[in-house]
């Protein structure tokens, strides 16, 4: 990878030889919060009010979690077909996506504990 991070902006701590892990979470992040996410999906509206947290919860449970599951999945299978059409920065993109929506699923599994009361 080319591209370094600024040590100012950076949210994870690093740690030797997990550069490249922070780059990929982090470009994640920024792609949740500065770019496409923001621009298309926020709507001037926090991470946990957006739709990709919305959603599931409307849909509650499980079948919430497996809604997420399945968008991971999606973007999963979109960044290979791009990949195989040697799209590979829109692939990548498409990863990026993939790593926000698990995130959201593991906060949205967060919340189902809390509502188990664990």
């Given at each position: ?5 600024d ?21 994640a ?87 188990d009361?664990?």
């Amino acid at each position: 990878m080319t591209r370094k991070l600024d040590p100012t902006l950076d949210i994870l701590d690093p740690v030797p030889g997990y550069e490249s892990l922070q780059l990929v979470l982090k470009l994640a992040y920024e792609q949740a919060a500065q770019g496409k996410g923001k621009e298309r999906h926020a709507g001037g509206r926090i991470f946990d009010n957006q739709p990709i947290m919305t959603i599931p919860r409307t849909m509650g449970g499980i079948a919430g979690l497996g809604g997420l599951a399945y968008q991971v999945n999606k973007k999963t299978t979109e960044a290979v077909n791009m990949a195989v059409r040697g799209q590979i920065d829109a692939a990548q993109r498409e990863f990026l996506g993939a790593i926000n929506y698990l995130a959201a699923a593991y906060l949205y599994a967060e919340s189902l504990k809390k509502e188990d009361g664990k």
